[in-house]
C-alpha cells in the first residue's frame, strides 16, 4: 500500500478544502497520514481511516527556536512513516517539511495557496523567507499554483525555475452537492457578507469603514462578518463597530451555505488570494460577489456581469462598487447572481480540481 503524508498548517486547512481529496486517496488504497497541529477535531480524520501526526507549529509566530522544532518533527515524521509521497499546504509546511523531504529525498507536491502576509507585505523576513522556500522547491515533483500571478511572482523571486514542474488547478474547487443554487432573497433588506479570517490582508478594514459610511447612509442594507478574528487587535474594532449598529459579527461558523443563502452578495476586499474559495463558494449559492482586483479574486469575477471589483486597499473604491450593486434592480441583482452559478459549475467544480490531484499522485508514486 502506497504511502502519502499530506502537511498543512491547521485542520481546516485540509477539512474545509481538500477532504474529498483526501476520501478519494483512501478509496483508492492509499494509506494516508496527515501531520497538523494538535486540535481536537483532527478526530474526524482519524475515523476517516487516516493516522494523525502532531506537529507544534505557530501559523503566524517568527521564533527561531519553535521554527526549528517544527523542521526537526517533519524530520522526525517522514524517517518514521517513510512516505512514497509528501503533499504540503501553506508556505511554513511548503518550506520546513519541503527541505525536510529533499535532504531525505522523499518525493513532494507541494501547493501554493497564496502568497501570505510575509510577501503580501513585504515582511523583513521576506528575503530569507524566498531563499528557503527556493531550496524546498528545487527537488519537488511537481509545484502547484492556484492562479497564473502567484506563479509569476515565485519566477520572478527565482523561488521556481523555469524548468520547474509547475500547475496551475482553480483553487480548491467547491462541492457543488454542499453548495447548491438558493434563490436570491428579496431586495426588503439588502445584506453584504464578509466571509474570511479576520485579518488585515483580508481587507477588514476597508469592509468595516465602507460598513460604516453605507450604513449611516442607506436605511435598507446591512453587513455581515463571519470568521474567526486571527490579528488580536480587531476584536475590539467589531465590538465597536457592531454596538454601534454597523455590522454583526457572527463568529466562526460551520453552517456557511446557509448564511450565504441570506444574504445578497458576498464582498471579499482581499489584498491577495490563492484563489478564493469563499468566493467560488458564493458563486456556487449564486451570489454576486465584490472584491478586489488583485491576483487570486478577479479569475473569479467578470466585471459587471457576475459582481464588481475595487482596489485593493481603497474603502472608497469598495463602497462605490457597494452602491453601485445597491442601486441595480432586483432583476438585475438575480441576473447576476445565476450567472455566478453558471460561472462555478464550468469553472469551480471541486472534482476537476481532485481528478488533476489524483492522476499526479498516481503518476508520480508510480514512476
Do not use: W
Amino acid at each position: 500500500m502506497k504511502k502519502i503524508l499530506i502537511v498543512a498548517n491547521h485542520y481546516i486547512t485540509v477539512y474545509a478544502f481538500r477532504r474529498e481529496l483526501v476520501k478519494k486517496l483512501i478509496e483508492n488504497d492509499y494509506k494516508v497520514y496527515l501531520s497538523l497541529p494538535k486540535s481536537e477535531e483532527n478526530q474526524y480524520f482519524k475515523e476517516l481511516g487516516c493516522e494523525i501526526i502532531e506537529s507544534p507549529m505557530d501559523r503566524r509566530g517568527t521564533n527561531p527556536i519553535s521554527e526549528l522544532k517544527l523542521f526537526m518533527n517533519y524530520i522526525k515524521t517522514l524517517k518514521a512513516i517513510v512516505p512514497d509521497l509528501v503533499l504540503t499546504y501553506t508556505i511554513k509546511p511548503n518550506i520546513y517539511a519541503g527541505i525536510a523531504a529533499k535532504l531525505l529525498k522523499v518525493k513532494t507536491i507541494h501547493t501554493v495557496t497564496g502568497l501570505g502576509s510575509v510577501y503580501i507585505q513585504n515582511m523583513y523576513q521576506k528575503s530569507l523567507i524566498a531563499k528557503l522556500n527556493k531550496v524546498a522547491f528545487k527537488s519537488a515533483s511537481r509545484v502547484i499554483f492556484l492562479n497564473e500571478d502567484n506563479k509569476k511572482f515565485y519566477h520572478d523571486m527565482k523561488i521556481i525555475s523555469k524548468n520547474q514542474k509547475t500547475s496551475i488547478v482553480p483553487g480548491s474547487g467547491v462541492n457543488l452537492d454542499k453548495f447548491k443554487h438558493k434563490k436570491l432573497p428579496s431586495d426588503n433588506k439588502i445584506r453584504f457578507t464578509f466571509v474570511a479570517r479576520v485579518l488585515k490582508d483580508k481587507g477588514i478594514e476597508e469592509f468595516l469603514h465602507a460598513a460604516k459610511s453605507i450604513v449611516e447612509n442607506y436605511n435598507n442594507v446591512e453587513f455581515e462578518v463571519v470568521g474567526f478574528v486571527d490579528e488580536e487587535r480587531y476584536v475590539k474594532f467589531l465590538a465597536e463597530y457592531e454596538q454601534r449598529g454597523f455590522i454583526k459579527y457572527l463568529g466562526k461558523r460551520s453552517d456557511i451555505p446557509e448564511i450565504m443563502e441570506k444574504t445578497s452578495c458576498i464582498v471579499l476586499p482581499s489584498y491577495g488570494e490563492g484563489r478564493g474559495t469563499v468566493l467560488q463558494e458564493g458563486a456556487a449559492i449564486g451570489r454576486p460577489l465584490i472584491t478586489c482586483d488583485t491576483y487570486g479574486c478577479r479569475e473569479n469575477v467578470e466585471e459587471g456581469y457576475n459582481g464588481y471589483l475595487c482596489e485593493v486597499a481603497n474603502p472608497e473604491s469598495l463602497k462605490s462598487k457597494l452602491e453601485k450593486f445597491i442601486n441595480l434592480s432586483h432583476e438585475e441583482k438575480v441576473k447576476m447572481g445565476n450567472r455566478s452559478r453558471v460561472k462555478a459549475e464550468k469553472e469551480f467544480n471541486r472534482s476537476i480540481v481532485i481528478e488533476t490531484y489524483l492522476n499526479e499522485i498516481d503518476k508520480i508514486t508510480k514512476s
